[in-house]
């Protein structure tokens, strides 16, 4: 009889256990987990996943930039000037927003790629996982940057940028290669990882991204392919830590929630597309003009 009691008392206080856990589930499946804070290197950027020594180093990866008087030099010259020709368009106007890095603005960038939001409140950990590797791709670019210090396009053309607040400070940064790129071509492929399916339109955006440096007139189509470069070495690099791995997982959790839920991107997609047009070829050279 005993037992019997014991028995009933012991089932049902695991029934209750099961009930809990089971609404303390759903709670957290409405509610995402949020990631560990994490400390800031300069204001309103966070620190990386990499140690400083773990990043890629650019000084050794890309060679010098064009010599004068070499025939990439001149091309680098030609296409500037072609960038040149889209000041004041819609695409332009694009290339000043790409140039913001700061959260929340640079969350937006890729959402209409992803075709979903990219929010501290929806997505917090993809959201983290950006301002994380933000870091770790642009500081990637740095040996190279401070080795060479070459000179922007504006400041030898002495042209007009998209974003005039960002020319003090740019004047004494050395433009090979691009950070920007670096860093927009890491979330392009990061992106890519965490939704194949739109593996395509996300690439697009990232290359698109790069390109934005050279129409705002702060940076030779050199430059931006090597940020390519520096992108993905230090994607390549991140892989082996494990917390960044965590955080990819975290990440495509979020997005799958998000899209149970419908909810659409943060941007305007139509307008994007029709400033994206603007400036369509996938090569990085004018291609029969």
Request: charged share 20%; hydrophobic share 40%.
């Amino acid at each position: 009889m005993i037992k019997q009691r014991f028995d009933g008392l012991l089932y049902k206080s695991v029934i209750v256990v099961i009930g809990i856990a089971f609404v303390s589930g759903c709670s957290s499946f409405d509610k995402p987990s949020k990631p560990e804070p994490v400390p800031e290197i300069h204001p309103g950027i966070l620190q990386g996943y990499l140690p400083i020594k773990a990043h890629p180093d650019s000084l050794a990866l890309v060679p010098p930039p064009p010599a004068k008087g070499s025939i990439a030099l001149s091309l680098d010259e030609k296409i500037n000037q072609e960038g040149m020709t889209l000041r004041g368009s819609a695409r332009w106007k694009l290339a000043y927003q790409d140039s913001i890095l700061m959260f929340p603005e640079a969350a937006g960038t890729f959402s209409c790629a992803l075709n979903a939001p990219i929010t501290e409140q929806d997505t917090p950990h993809l959201y983290m996982l950006l301002r994380r590797t933000l870091a770790d791709a642009g500081l990637s670019t740095y040996t190279a940057k401070n080795h060479y210090k070459r000179p922007r396009p504006f400041v030898l053309n002495n042209e007009p940028i998209c974003s005039p607040d960002d020319e003090e400070m740019l004047r004494g940064d050395g433009s090979y290669p691009s950070g920007h790129t670096a860093i927009g071509w890491a979330w392009a492929l990061i992106l890519s990882e965490i939704a194949p399916e739109q593996a395509d339109a996300l690439l697009a955006r990232g290359w698109a991204f790069g390109q934005s440096r050279m129409i705002c007139n702060v940076h030779w189509q050199s430059d931006v392919m090597m940020g390519r470069t520096m992108g993905a070495a230090a994607v390549s690099v991140l892989h082996a830590d494990p917390k960044f791995r965590d955080a990819v997982e975290h990440a495509r959790d979020e997005l799958e929630a998000v899209r149970a839920k419908g909810l659409p991107p943060s941007r305007d997609c139509k307008a994007e597309a029709a400033a994206l047009a603007e400036y369509p070829q996938p090569a990085p050279w004018p291609a029969n003009r």
